[in-house]
């Protein structure tokens, strides 16, 4: 493996394991932020009103998630691309 090769594949795994911390990250967040807004009383099952709750904030917590995270990568992108096109001048 040439240089630039192991330089890609340390990229990968570094951002592979990225994505699994955040993943953890986003279903922790959502589990207590989301639960704590739409189960004030916790019992033995949900109500359909608490049901609901959860599934919107669920879905509106995992849509500002991607949006950040899409935000996040296009940056990494341009900054790469940058630092390609200035190490090569």
Same mark, same amino acid.
């Given at each position: ?6 330089? @890609?594949?340390? =990229? +990968? ?13 986003? =279903?922790?967040? =959502?589990?207590? @932020? ?6 004030? @009383? ?8 608490? #049901? ?7 879905? @509106?917590?995992? #849509? ?10 296009? +940056? =990494?992108? #341009? ?11």
């Amino acid at each position: 493996m040439d240089s630039e090769a192991v330089k @890609k594949e340390i =990229i +990968r795994q570094a951002l592979q394991a990225t994505n699994t911390t955040n993943a953890r990250i986003l =279903i922790e967040n =959502i589990n207590e @932020k989301c639960f704590e807004r739409c189960v004030p @009383k916790p019992g033995s099952s949900l109500s359909s009103s608490e #049901q609901t709750c959860l599934t919107q904030c669920m879905e @509106k917590y995992m #849509q500002a998630w991607n949006q950040v995270n899409a935000t996040y990568i296009r +940056r =990494i992108q #341009q900054e790469m691309a940058n630092n390609s096109f200035s190490s090569s001048s």
